[in-house]
């Protein structure tokens, strides 16, 4: 006897062969070899770390090079190039600026680093200071370090970090949360209304010694151009360990009582007084920023993101060598990224979502251009599926594993990022030192923070000597520099893994 077919089988048919067609368009996608190849990579590189371009400084001509060199290299890989002005100020404090705390004098670079957040070009004033533990203010954990205190028109003193703890539900165990980020503790006192505030320096605080400090912030600190609706602190410094204790402070004590439970924060008796001198200008700098659209009309205005920040630190006023070349850091990363548009625009038949490259200005001084970028999105956050972000990609042999530092709030993207781990033969391994704050200190934060599902991919035990002794001899130092010995393996395997679930996520229903 015949079956009768249901009445919509026709529409059933339609529907089969789609997905079908689909899932066999996604396998040939995905059995095409990726274009990305290892001396590619390096050409770019010893471009963009070149001394010619003198550290690729925001506000300078090595930096406005650097936006030329990604647009012209977007531009031949095929992708629709725009540049996105991003409004900053550029703020220098003076090295003969003056601070002292409770009558001691700290002097520039070796004791005491600032800037000025009200961006003003002469900051004079003496206020009382009141210590405030780690200065956070999170009601979720209980904790309050401002609790019964008022620092409006005052300089609190704190610690980087956060209370230390084992326990996953008490900020989060040994993962530093954003409350223990500089970033947050300068936001919060601003909002608490101080006037300024001191970061007490110390190696196990902070999660690095006082030279990194000083290579970053004694130098002109970019900012985006200040909204006067919005707080700010007339003093940001840091001071070191020895210093505070010049001033008669006992750091250890402080640290210990900051840590305990029941912490009660309490003015030190003690007057800060500033002497800021700075020169302040205005810049237009660029976030550049790729687009390949996507082939599927329904779905091709939705983009998988990709970032890097281009610039670096400039150069500085020590002895020898001034240039920091930021190889690694991150002329590494924008490589990555010109050759992962390029490779997808290799791809036929495309994938059905689209994919944007974005080169994002003023990582070094806070991710200020990726900020922007969340803020000011070229096209709507909303059509963004995923970010993945790359950032100081060590050159050595193939890693050992693979570090994928975000959260995927729509719990989507995880399983791609584990299907491109297995592909590429790269265990995904925990942050073997969550209490320094990786998940805090690369561009993906600027768009996990705007909802955006995000990973910064970074590789961990890559072979080499370069690889090993990077994080201690050549981050943020002038001898993060090219070298025609590096093995690319490293950057290649990487590229190829970020284009891989890019890829995936573009094309899946």
Known sequence: MRQERPANWLGTLSNMIRFVGLALAAVVLLAQPLEIDGGRLRAHVRFLSSDLLEGRAVGTRGGQLTTQYLVSAFEAAGAKVELQQVPLAGVLVESTSKLSIGGASLSWRK???????????????????????HGINAPEYGWDDYSGLDVKGKVVLLFTGEPPSDDASFFAGKALTYYGRWTYKFEEAARQGAIGALILHTDVTASYGWNVVENSWAREDIQLERDAAVAALRLAAWITSDAAKRAGLDVDAMLRSADARGFVGAALGKTVTVDLKATVRRIESQNVVARVGGSDPTVGDEHVLYSAHWDHLGTGSQAGDRIFNGAVDNATGCAMLIEMARAWMSIDPKPRRGALFVAVTGEESGLRGSDYYSRHPVVPLTSLILNLNVDGIVPGGKPGGILALGEDKAKKAWPLVEEAARRFGLPLLPDPKPEAGGMFRSDHFSFLKAGVSSYSLIPVDVPGEWA??????HYHQPSDEYSASWDMTSNEVVAKMALSIGLNAASRR
């Open 468 to 473: 090993r002794e990077y994080n201690g001899k």
């Open 111 to 133: 004791d005491f680093v600032s800037s000025t957040q009200t961006q003003e070009p002469v900051v004079k004033f003496e206020a009382p200071v009141v210590f405030v533990g």
